[in-house]
């Protein structure tokens, strides 16, 4: 791969899309991290000095992004809150649409990737809306902003910021052009560059991984994506949890793998309620804060596969409840019309 980035972007083509913006607010070429963030680009990947300096130079600062990095909802809502963002009755609605109108396609990466269809739909509903809200800020200038002007992850969004130029040249994009959230993830699914380089597939046969226009595309990714990080096929994600008197609170929210067997946390204090878990099942205890108080709640492995996705347990759950949703919705008989007399 890195064999055909070490080609020299095509100056006349990019430059021909690349002007400089009379809006912005920051000229990240000159940036005090800008000089070793091109040098590594040119000396690393090939690409061009003058081409990346021109596209730094068009990107934009934009305080809203630092704003809106600041207070996710998976930080400032509660549980009971939060779920209301996801659970609503259109996002159900057109979740059951969206499998309808791609049903061959999800049956496909079903089978192809073991991923049931009402998760990949799920996320794709929560992500965008199904496609609806794929995102508003360019990329660039949300890359850069993170990237350059974020301290608290500016390490992480300057790799994605390098992904992203990389992406481009692969797929020969503008790198201006491009729209997504204001963390600069992108399409249907909402892929990070270095999660669209590594997971994205072109599930139609075009040739072309487009996770940005093509749904098809966008179902074999997100379903690629948890096959990679080792979803189970067949197996659960979560169960409603009952504690025990001096149950132990530190086991509570880990966000790593599980690794306590059943077993063990039933002798933490937490039991399923209404379902029997072989003993060596690793499970997770987790707590939400909700309407009537806490309630817990134990997640399987694949639980932590959707956080792979997004690191909030509230998001996780919020993926499960809307599948499990549309899922009914979609296995449930339209009612039958009624004859007129």
């Known amino acids: 791969m890195f064999s055909t980035l070490k080609k020299v972007f095509s ?19 000159e940036h005090p991290e800008a000089k070793a963030f091109i040098a590594k680009m040119v ?25 809106a990095i600041a207070r996710p909802a998976e930080k400032t809502k509660p549980w009971f809150e939060y779920r209301n963002i996801f659970l609503g009755e259109s996002r159900i609605t057109q979740g059951v649409e969206f499998w309808a109108e791609n049903a061959d396609t999800l049956a496909k990466a079903s089978k192809e990737f ?5 998760i990949i739909v799920a996320i794709i509903g929560v992500e965008t809306r199904y496609g609806r809200h794929a995102g508003s800020y360019r990329v660039i200038d949300a890359l850069t902003t993170l990237g350059f002007d974020y301290p608290p992850r500016s390490t992480f969004f300057a790799k994605e910021l390098e992904n992203f130029l990389l992406l481009t040249t692969e797929q020969k994009q503008n790198p201006l052009a491009l729209k997504g959230s204001y ?11 270095s999660s669209y380089r590594a997971y994205a597939v072109d599930f139609d046969g075009d040739k072309k991984a487009d996770i940005w226009n093509n749904p098809k595309d966008a179902i074999g ?3 690629n994506y948890f096959r990679a990080h080792k979803w189970q096929t067949g197996e659960p994600v979560m169960v409603r949890a009952r504690i025990a008197e001096g149950y132990d609170e530190s086991i509570l929210d880990s966000r790593s793998r599980p690794s306590l067997t059943a077993t063990e946390v039933a ?3 937490f039991t ?14 987790i707590a939400y804060d909700g309407e009537k ?13 959707i956080t792979r996705y997004n690191r909030s347990h509230m998001y996780a759950r919020a993926v499960w409840e809307l599948s499990e949703e549309i899922l009914y919705r979609h296995n449930s008989p339209a009612p039958a019309s009624v004859a007129t007399p």
């Open 11 to 29: 100056t006349t083509a990019l430059a021909a899309v690349i002007t400089a913006s009379p809006l912005a607010l920051a000229d990240y070429s």
């Open 43 to 67: 000396n690393e990947y090939g690409l061009s000095e003058k081409e990346v300096v021109r596209i730094l130079k068009d990107a934009n600062k934009q305080q809203s992004i630092l704003d």
């Open 114 to 118: 073991g991923v049931p269809e009402q």
């Open 183 to 193: 963390a600069g993830a992108m399409g249907y699914g909402q892929f990070m560059p």
């Open 272 to 285: 399923p309620v209404d379902v029997e878990i072989p003993g060596d099942t690793k499970v997770m205890p």
């Open 221 to 223: 990714s997100v379903a």
């Open 293 to 305: 108080g806490k309630e817990y709640w134990l997640g399987y492995d694949n639980f932590y596969v």
């Open 267 to 269: 002798a933490k204090g």
